[in-house]
């Protein structure tokens, strides 16, 4: 995989310890020294990881990867000692033996590589449930990599040539080199790659050095996640990060964040405000990211309240560009005069809340302000937003409100004395049936009060989310008004433009207004949620602000 670390470890710790064990044999010396070569490997990693992210993984992800690769080429040495390697294939040109053995190295390291990647063995195991859902296309696919592998990896590209006669001119390097090179010059050009539909964003992607899509859900955390659980990042996470600037932190605690020791974790606290992300940020009396509200709704008023994480909130531009303000404007420039009705989009969204925490602030603080229509946001990262959401809260030994979601903690026998990642695997296998209890109850507590439930889905600038996913269809099924807000950055080309920074995912101010405009075009083709009636509730106690 990497030729100077193989040559670094067989001068340094490979060829020392075979002459120094020599003595009790070739065998014991191959197979005493490959094992020291590996667990060499293994520990400078860590120590490599610990300078980088502050912990040293001795997990069981690791001692599993190192431990099998390392297994795998004792037996292989071993055999080659006794059997010899086959130093030529002669004349042959395509060897099926070849192709098989190749193909089965590849499957090999990649599995191995797919069990070092995750942070648990229990997560592994859980993923290995998407090789059961196989469809006539993933077939076809299956079969044309295989085609395709056998092809290439049996071909003897090392077999002895006769020198050719001159090549015609179609056939020379440099003439393949220049027609290879004008084919892709027009596929950089933004217009003409939109003329391919379908294949543009896949063909626009292979131009950009974006994160992929489980590390653009971690920066969707909203900046929380713990430094030292931080996933096994790809290049561009890295670079992701090693280009964000010192203070490019989150929300500053106790200033603006309020921590509570209970299964919502924490809030905003009312009257701040606070410089984020270079960018000034205020709280109103109510502890919510929007303009000053009153508890009493005003009459001919349909109230809209949002629910989301970081990219609702607004993070990293003024309090009047986050989505929810640029639609409410919208809505009462745009559609007041048509409907009569006065409208108000309440932000209830905070930084890295799952929808477990979306749920408990629309019981503690959204109902009481009369909502008329409730949405939940779909995204890229919203189960893994959960998963580590409960983590923390088993990690913490918080109680848990919910017996529901209680007992599907407890079933797998979750507990704060295991390993931070073995829980986090543990929580990703709750995190479907968590989310499915929590857009049902939202669903019935929605249409027990006369509010009409909303769930969008919104892409991640430069990353699509999965519109099949569970909660997709669970929402459907449960009676969600469904709106896709899929593509709502436009083309994948000027994804670039929109973004708050190169190394930040979050909407600028045009890309949320991409957002508002696209939302109220999907509320004009649902006329009930223009023209909502007032739900009958208890009137407020007190018009004074939450504790």
Known sequence: INIYWKDFMMKLVYYPSFFRLRRFGNDTAVVGSTIAVFLVTWLLHSYQWFWILGTFPLTLPDVAFWGILGTLVIVASLRE???????????????????????ITVSTITILWSLWSTDSIVEWLWTWRAAGNVDLLGIEILVGLLAVGIAIA????????????????????????????????????????????????????????????????????????????APRLGAQGWESRAARPADWLGLPPEVVVRTRKDFRMYDLVPNSSALFLRTPLSINSWGM?????????????????????????????????????????????????????????????????????????????????QPDVVIMTNYLGAPMTTSQHLTEVVDRRYPIPYPA??????????????????????????????????????????????????????????????????????????????????????????HANLRLAPWDAHPNSAGYKLVANRLVQEFRKHPELLTASSPTLAPPTSPAPPP
């Open 405 to 494: 979601i209680d007992s599907m903690v407890r079933k797998w026998h979750a507990s704060p004395i295991l390993p931070y990642a073995e829980l986090l695997g543990l929580m990703r296998v709750v995190t479907d049936d968590a989310n499915t209890w929590v857009i049902r109850e939202v669903a019935r507590i929605c249409k027990t009060r006369g509010i009409i439930p909303v769930f969008m889905t919104l892409d991640v600038v430069g990353v699509p989310t999965d519109s099949t996913a569970v909660a997709v269809r669970v929402a459907r099924d449960a009676g969600f008004v469904m709106l896709d807000m899929s593509g709502v950055y436009g083309p994948s080309s000027g």
């Open 154 to 229: 049996g071909r003897n590209w090392s077999a002895p040539k006769l020198r050719p006669p001159a090549p015609p001119w179609w056939k020379r390097q440099g003439f393949r080199t220049t027609a290879t090179l004008l084919v892709m010059l027009p596929l950089s050009q933004p217009s003409v790659v939109e003329l391919f539909g379908t294949a543009a964003p896949y063909i626009a992607s292979a131009r950009m050095t974006t994160i992929n899509a489980a590390d653009a859900a971690v920066e969707q955390r909203g900046y929380y996640e713990r430094l030292d659980h």
């Open 289 to 369: 990211r929007d303009a000053p509200r009153t508890l009493a709704k005003p009459a001919n008023t349909v109230r809209i309240a949002i629910f989301g994480p970081s990219f609702v909130f607004g993070s990293g531009v003024v309090d009047s560009e986050p989505f929810p303000a640029q639609f409410e404007q919208a809505l009462n420039t745009e559609v007041s005069a048509t409907t009569g009705k006065k409208y108000e989009a309440l932000n209830f969204a905070a930084p890295a809340h799952s929808l477990l925490q979306e749920f408990q602030t629309l019981q503690d603080d959204a109902l009481r302000f």
């Open 81 to 103: 000692t006794k059997r010899g390697r086959d130093r030529s294939l002669g004349a042959r040109k395509w060897s099926f033996r070849l192709a098989t053995r190749v193909l």
